[in-house]
């Protein structure tokens, strides 16, 4: 039997504060709450004390965003989908955010170590108003210590429903997914990123998004192997392939400043787990 955890996060409003509510079962907790950035903008930062996903295991994340709530949503360190005896571990993240709500969803990478059986299910609800930048950077294997993701699947699932869905079944015998140029090109980094909206973005709004990534990806490394697009006209999408986990969080990281900018007029506030 594994783990079966959950997290329910509640953000409401209290004036100019946005206050926090969290309840728990199991091995998933927020670790810290903070206002770096004054009472406005909740930093939450979730542990899972555990330290690794293993088959059997079920995270599932709720979080709901009321009216003009605005929570910034990070981990202290990668997620890690361990080896599996035969059972598949899932994570399952869903937010509903009401008009004028923001949320940012920052986690630090997840690893899909080898012989991992893994499924990572994300679910964003946006109502009319609110706004969201969020962020998914998978590694599989540990590219930078030569263990390579030899045996195990690792599925995938994003969504903003009406909006954007992507499935994705990644398995280790799947060389031509992994090693094709038409596929992953032998890279075991995959990131995502996205601006969504709970309705259309503005012409000139999507377009300064859109310069601002592709500023950030033509100064980057991985400038020949990251792009972004419009697929709807309420999201912006970013995709990046990388050897290494490091460059492409990096460009995420550019990017997610330069967005905060350019949408909301906030200057970049780092969470401070990102620097220990």
């Avoid at 997620?79 to 986690?107: C, H, I, K, M, N």
């Amino acid at each position: 039997m594994g783990w079966h955890a959950q997290l329910t996060l509640h953000y409401t409003r209290d004036g100019e504060r946005c206050i926090a509510h969290d309840r728990h079962t199991g091995p998933l907790r927020v670790l810290q709450r903070l206002y770096p950035e004054g009472p406005g903008v909740c930093h939450h930062v979730l542990v899972h004390p555990p330290g690794g996903i293993v088959g059997g295991d079920v995270l599932q994340l709720d979080a709901t965003l009321d009216a003009h709530t605005h929570a910034l949503l990070t981990t202290p360190g990668a997620t890690r989908f361990y080896r599996s005896a035969g059972d598949s571990a899932q994570q399952q993240v869903s937010a509903r955010l009401a008009g004028g709500a923001r949320l940012e969803w920052l986690p630090l990478e997840t690893i899909a170590y080898n012989g991992a059986l893994a499924e990572n299910r994300l679910r964003f609800e946006l109502a009319d108003g609110a706004e969201m930048i969020g962020w998914d950077v998978v590694a599989l294997g540990l590219p930078a210590a030569g263990e390579a993701f030899a045996r195990g699947r690792y599925r995938q699932q994003l969504q903003l429903p009406g909006v954007w869905l992507e499935r994705a079944t990644i398995a280790a015998d799947d060389h031509r997914l992994l090693d094709s140029p038409l596929g992953l090109a032998g890279k075991r980094v995959l990131a995502t990123m996205w601006f969504a909206a709970g309705s259309a973005l503005a012409s000139a709004r999507r377009e300064a998004l859109l310069d601002a990534a592709r500023t950030a990806c033509h100064d980057s490394p991985l400038a020949a192997t990251s792009g972004v697009t419009a697929p709807h006209d309420e999201i912006v999408v970013l995709r990046a392939l990388a050897d290494r986990v490091e460059p492409a969080m990096q460009l995420l990281a550019r990017v997610w400043a330069a967005w905060r900018h350019a949408a909301w007029q906030l200057a970049p506030c780092a969470p401070r787990v990102w620097r220990t």
